[in-house]
């Protein structure tokens, strides 16, 4: 059976709570042996981690979204600093910019992350990013800071160039539902184009459902239709695709991979 990784969603969501273990369960029947549970204020950076602590193959990120950052309160880099001393934080996430809703003032957003970024070098863990309509901003914050931490481009939604100079500044890049969209040509370019290293797969669910099961709640089983589609736009098998992305989350996140497959090859 094929082994997945969905790197980041949101099972904690109120969008789950008639549902969420009956949805964890889907997740294990479709082979999705490993998730990470998202962050994105200091309320879902704890449940996330409950959620984590209490369900076998989920672990956990905390972190200010950019939305959240003018809601932020004075002390929300101790409380964050607190809360990543548990066994099951791997990151800190979701953090970024988000110039598309705006939702928190674009120097407010900028301070936040930067703060962040900060204090994901100290604690020597990943950061997952949430970028949307500003990667010209991104880049330039990126490439202003001495140190940056290893990390993950969330859910990404920009061209090919974009994506290749996240990976050459070290970054892995993460698709989710909108690759299986039928006009998405210059994300499945994207796609394409990401050294097989560096490539990720998620849900961000309860959000942007794959498809076939596109405008329905997303879950994090429907993982598989995002590594289905990524398989088919590269070349490579299912369980190829499923083997690589699994592992390059297991290497980013720090946790450990085994695949029975890979062991009888070699
Ligand atoms: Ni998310």
Same mark, same amino acid.
């Given at each position: 059976?094929? *082994?997945?990784?969905?790197?980041?969603?949101?099972?904690?969501?109120?969008?789950?709570?008639?549902?969420?273990?009956?949805?964890?369960?889907?997740?294990?029947?479709?082979?999705?042996?490993?998730?990470?549970?998202?962050?994105?204020?200091? !309320?879902?950076?704890?449940?996330?981690?409950?959620?984590?602590?209490?369900?076998?193959?989920?672990?956990?990120?905390?972190?200010?979204?950019?939305?959240?950052?003018?809601?932020?309160? *004075?002390?929300?880099?101790?409380?964050? !600093?607190?809360?990543?001393?548990?066994?099951?934080?791997?990151?800190?996430?979701?953090?970024?910019?988000?110039?598309?809703?705006?939702?928190?003032?674009?120097?407010?957003?900028?301070?936040?992350?930067? *703060?962040?970024?900060?204090?994901?070098?100290?604690?020597?863990?990943?950061?997952?990013?949430?970028?949307?309509?500003?990667?010209?901003?991104?880049?330039?914050?990126?490439?202003?800071?001495?140190?940056?931490?290893?990390?993950?481009?969330?859910?990404?939604?920009?061209?090919?160039?974009?994506?290749? *100079?996240?990976?050459?500044?070290?970054?892995?890049?993460?698709?989710?539902?909108?690759?299986?969209?039928?006009?998405?040509?210059?994300?499945?370019?994207?796609?394409?184009?990401?050294?097989?290293?560096?490539?990720?797969?998620?849900?961000?669910?309860?959000?942007?459902?794959?498809?076939?099961?596109?405008?329905?709640?997303?879950?994090?089983?429907?993982?598989?239709?995002?590594?289905?589609?990524?398989?088919?736009?590269?070349?490579?098998?299912?369980?190829?695709?499923?083997?690589?992305?699994?592992?390059?989350?297991?290497?980013?996140?720090?946790?450990?991979?085994?695949?029975?497959?890979?062991?009888?090859?070699?």
């Amino acid at each position: 059976m094929i *082994e997945l990784f969905d790197t980041h969603c949101h099972l904690d969501d109120e969008k789950f709570d008639e549902d969420r273990e009956a949805a964890y369960e889907r997740l294990r029947a479709r082979g999705v042996t490993r998730a990470v549970c998202v962050g994105s204020d200091l !309320r879902t950076s704890e449940s996330s981690l409950r959620f984590a602590q209490t369900h076998e193959g989920v672990w956990a990120a905390c972190g200010v979204h950019p939305h959240e950052a003018a809601a932020a309160p *004075e002390d929300y880099l101790d409380k964050l !600093r607190a809360i990543s001393r548990e066994e099951k934080i791997v990151a800190i996430g979701e953090i970024g910019l988000d110039y598309y809703y705006d939702l928190s003032p674009r120097d407010v957003q900028r301070r936040v992350l930067n *703060e962040q970024l900060d204090l994901a070098c100290e604690l020597d863990l990943p950061a997952i990013f949430h970028i949307r309509d500003a990667h010209g901003d991104m880049l330039d914050i990126f490439r202003a800071r001495s140190v940056l931490p290893r990390g993950i481009i969330h859910c990404f939604s920009g061209s090919r160039e974009t994506a290749l *100079e996240y990976v050459r500044m070290g970054f892995y890049i993460s698709f989710s539902g909108p690759v299986t969209f039928k006009k998405a040509p210059n994300l499945q370019a994207a796609a394409q184009a990401v050294p097989p290293e560096r490539l990720l797969i998620e849900t961000d669910s309860p959000y942007l459902a794959p498809e076939p099961v596109r405008g329905r709640r997303n879950e994090p089983a429907n993982v598989y239709y995002v590594c289905e589609k990524l398989a088919a736009l590269r070349g490579m098998t299912m369980e190829e695709t499923a083997a690589l992305t699994a592992e390059n989350g297991c290497r980013i996140y720090g946790l450990p991979f085994s695949c029975e497959k890979r062991e009888t090859i070699v």
